[in-house]
Structures are given as structure tokens and as C-alpha cells.
């Protein structure tokens, strides 16, 4: 004899949960580009814009290391000193390679 089984709840809980976890995973924006929504009032969106130095495809470097001097207060205490003390160096990493990869 056969006997039919039924799903237990936590088994199908912990189903639903992991798709949960991919779906909103694929959604989520590099980290990059979350730190650079700051950035876009001034220099454009993606980094590319009127008005104010393009960032867009600059080398990740360059980015990095203007970041860091302006967070040194090397330039100065100007608003980019401001914003650039409110990240961490994987911050500013992650921030100038996406801004890199723009076009």
C-alpha cells in the first residue's frame, strides 16, 4: 500500500523563502551605483551631466585617488570633502569602478 505524503509546512516555507531571497537579489543594484546616487545631483546621472566634471569612464584610479585626497582635505573643505568623508575605502573603491564602466 501507498501512502500519500503531504509537503510539511516548514519545507515549503523554507521554498518560498529561497525563491524570496533570489528574486530580490536579482533586483538589487550593484553597490556601486547605490553610493553613486549621490553623486548624481551634481555630475549627472551615471555620472555624465552638464554642469560639473563628467566622472563617467574615468579610470577607477583616477576616481579613487581624487576621492582620497579630497577626503584627506588635501583640495580643501568644499562639498566634495564632505561627501568624500562619509565612505569607507571599499566605498570609494566600489564607487569609482562603477563610475569607471559608465559611458
Known amino acids: 500500500m501507498h501512502q500519500r505524503t503531504?509537503?510539511?509546512?516548514?519545507?515549503?516555507?523554507?521554498?518560498a523563502?529561497?525563491?524570496?531571497?533570489?528574486?530580490?537579489?536579482a533586483q538589487t543594484p550593484p553597490v556601486g551605483r547605490l553610493l553613486a546616487s549621490n553623486c548624481f545631483q551634481c555630475?549627472?546621472?551615471n555620472g555624465k551631466g552638464p554642469g560639473f566634471d563628467t566622472l563617467a569612464g574615468k579610470s577607477a584610479s583616477e576616481l579613487y585617488k581624487e576621492?582620497?585626497?579630497?577626503?584627506?582635505?588635501?583640495?580643501?573643505?568644499?562639498?566634495?570633502?564632505?561627501?568624500?568623508?562619509?565612505?569607507?575605502?571599499?566605498?570609494?573603491?566600489a564607487l569609482a569602478d562603477w563610475l569607471s564602466k559608465q559611458r
Open 43 to 45: 555630475h549627472g546621472t
Open 17 to 25: 523563502l529561497a525563491c524570496w531571497a533570489s528574486a530580490a537579489s
Open 6 to 15: 503531504t509537503p510539511r509546512p516548514l519545507v515549503l516555507l523554507g521554498i
Open 67 to 93: 576621492m582620497k585626497e579630497f577626503q584627506s582635505g588635501k583640495e580643501g573643505q568644499n562639498i566634495m570633502a564632505k561627501h568624500a568623508m562619509g565612505y569607507t575605502d571599499a566605498q570609494l573603491r
